[in-house]
């Protein structure tokens, strides 16, 4: 079980990942350790060079390795940081509906592919 209340920080970001790594996404603020949390499950998924910095209440997440592969592995893993966001920040809402951290909202953050209803029907040719 991951102690996300733990008054000790986690790792500095890789210095060689912090000064010549590609940003991949910038997320809104989500608390150091569930965004290190996050950060080592892509990291597993994708086995490429993945950190992570804070600023400006952003949390920009960084690779020296495939940008593709680690783009891939965090849609992989947009579901457990919907949750987080959602475990964090919870119950946080607009207008008494609209979550700000919604599921749709991760997956844009991350450009995760919807399918448009009806693509499942489409058989190619």
């Known amino acids: 079980m991951v102690n996300f209340s733990s008054k000790t920080p986690p790792p500095e970001c890789n ?30 998924r994708c086995n490429e060079p993945v950190d992570w910095f804070y600023a400006g209440r952003r949390n920009c997440i960084l690779t020296t390795g ?12 947009w579901l457990i940081l919907y949750e987080l966001f959602k475990d964090q920040h919870a119950p946080l809402l607009l207008n008494d509906e609209e979550e700000i951290y919604s599921q749709e909202a991760v997956k ?18």
């Open 66 to 77: 495939d940008t593709d592969k680690v783009k891939e592995a965090m849609r992989s893993q």
């Open 15 to 44: 210095p060689n990942i912090y000064k010549n790594g590609t940003c991949v996404v910038v997320l809104p603020a989500l608390s150091m350790h569930r965004c290190e949390h996050w950060v080592s499950l892509v990291r597993a």
């Open 108 to 125: 844009e953050w991350l450009g995760v592919q919807t399918p448009s209803k009806g693509d499942a029907d489409v058989v190619p040719e």
